[in-house]
């Protein structure tokens, strides 16, 4: 079982930047990394997804060009670079991986592995 470990959320003003970090117990680097979240009262979302080797990501609307994902291997570390940020962007940050994510990256039981949550406040 992979252990996640999620840091870098905060308190910051609209418009402001944060970057999450998700560093990984165990090797990773065969596995889809994924970052969703979850406001008070509504349902988890998917946010963001990086395949095994970088080369592929994907972004729920409301965050493209605004979201970075990134990964570093040889880290066992993923990142979510937030610019621009908005109070609705206001939530529980989680980071995910998983063994066999495929096109189903959006999907939060396709994923193995959680970590705790990191909380991001945006304030307008």
């Known amino acids: 079982q992979v252990q996640l470990v999620e840091s870098g959320g905060g308190l910051v003003q609209a418009g402001g930047s944060l970057r999450l970090s998700c560093a990984a117990s165990?090797?990773?680097?065969?596995?889809?990394m994924g970052w969703f979240r979850q406001a008070p009262g509504k349902e988890r979302e998917f946010v963001a997804y990086i395949s095994r080797g970088g080369g592929s990501t994907y972004y729920t609307d409301s965050v493209k060009g605004r979201f970075t994902i990134s990964r570093d291997n040889a880290k066992d570390t993923v990142y979510l670079q937030m610019n621009s940020l908005k109070p609705e962007d206001t939530a529980v940050y989680y980071c995910?991986?998983?063994?066999?994510?495929?096109?189903?990256?959006?999907?939060?039981?396709?994923?193995?592995?959680w970590g705790q949550g990191t909380q991001v406040t945006v304030s307008s």
């Open positions: 165990g090797r990773t680097f065969t596995m889809g």
């Open positions: 995910a991986a998983g063994w066999d994510v495929g096109r189903y990256y959006y999907t939060a039981e396709k994923y193995n592995s």
